[in-house]
C-alpha cells in the first residue's frame, strides 16, 4: 500500500491554470476509474472535487477538470483564483480493494 | 442533507483501546460503504477502512490491520472503528466518509473529525 505520488508544491497567478500530477501503478491510478481529486483548506475537513478521472460533483466549479494516461492522472485548475489556495489530495482504488490517497499537493496563489 | 458526525475521540495512553463512532444522517446509510480515513498532525491523509453497505466486506490499511476493527450498525445509522492496541502513530484527526457506492470507490462527504491522541 505504498500512498501515490504527487509534487509536494505547485504554484500560480490568478487567471493562470496549473496542473497537480498524480502517479502510481498499473495496480491502483492504471488499473482503475476510481481516481478522485480532494481539497482541504487548514482546519477543514476534505472536500471531494473530482471523482472516477474526470467526473464534477453538483456544485464544484467547472474550473476544475481531471484526466489519466496510463498510471498518471492529473487535476487542472484554470482561471486560478486566491480561494483556490489548499492542499490536494488524489486517491485510487486499488486492486487490493483497498484505497490509497497521495502525499498531497500544496497549491500556492501567488 | 449528508451529515456525518464522528465522536469518541480523546487522550489514551499506548497500549490501550478506543472506540469512535460516526452518526450518519441525511441518506439511505445503509446503501452505502463507508470508510475511515485519518489524518496525522501536519501530515497527509490516510485511509484506515473500508466496510461495505452491509457489512459483508471490511477491508483495511496495513498499518492498522489486525489492530483496528470497522463495525456498522445500519438500524441505528452508525459506523465504528475499534482501536486496540494503540501506538503514538495512530495520533491524528480520524474523519468517517461515505462512498456513494456499496463498495468502495471514493468518498462524497466527510464529517469534520474527531482526534485522537495516543500518548503516555
Known amino acids: 500500500q505504498s500512498a501515490l505520488t504527487q509534487p509536494a508544491s505547485v504554484s500560480g497567478s490568478p487567471g493562470q491554470s496549473i496542473t497537480i500530477s498524480c502517479t502510481g501503478t498499473?495496480?491502483?491510478?492504471?488499473?482503475?476509474?476510481?481516481v478522485s481529486w480532494y481539497q482541504q483548506h487548514p482546519g477543514k475537513a476534505p472536500k471531494l472535487m473530482i471523482y472516477?478521472?474526470?467526473n464534477r460533483p453538483s456544485g464544484v466549479s467547472n474550473r476544475f477538470s481531471g484526466s489519466k494516461s496510463g498510471n498518471t492522472a492529473s487535476l487542472t485548475i484554470s482561471g486560478l483564483q486566491a480561494e483556490d489556495e489548499a492542499d490536494y489530495y488524489c486517491?485510487?482504488?486499488?486492486?487490493?480493494?483497498?484505497?490509497?490517497f497521495g502525499g498531497g499537493t500544496k497549491l500556492t496563489v501567488l | 442533507q449528508v451529515q456525518l458526525v464522528e465522536s469518541g475521540g480523546g487522550v489514551v495512553q499506548p497500549g490501550r483501546s478506543l472506540r469512535l463512532s460516526c452518526t450518519a444522517s441525511g441518506f439511505t446509510f445503509r446503501s452505502c460503504a463507508m470508510h475511515w480515513v485519518r489524518q496525522a498532525p501536519g501530515k497527509g491523509l490516510e485511509w484506515v477502512a473500508v466496510?461495505?453497505?452491509?457489512?459483508?466486506?471490511?477491508y483495511y490499511a496495513d498499518s492498522v490491520k489486525g489492530r483496528f476493527t470497522i463495525s456498522r450498525d445500519n438500524s441505528k445509522n452508525t459506523l465504528f472503528l475499534q482501536m486496540n492496541s494503540l501506538r503514538a502513530e495512530d495520533t491524528a484527526v480520524y474523519y468517517c466518509?461515505?462512498?456513494?457506492?456499496?463498495?468502495?470507490?471514493?468518498?462524497?462527504?466527510w464529517g469534520q473529525g474527531t482526534v485522537v491522541t495516543v500518548s503516555a
Open positions: 498499473s495496480s491502483d491510478v492504471g488499473g482503475y476509474k476510481y
Open positions: 466518509a461515505r462512498d456513494p457506492y456499496s463498495s468502495s470507490s471514493h468518498f462524497d462527504y
Open positions: 466496510i461495505w453497505f452491509d457489512g459483508s466486506n471490511k
Open positions: 472516477e478521472v474526470n
Open positions: 486517491s485510487s482504488y486499488t486492486s487490493s480493494s483497498t484505497l490509497v
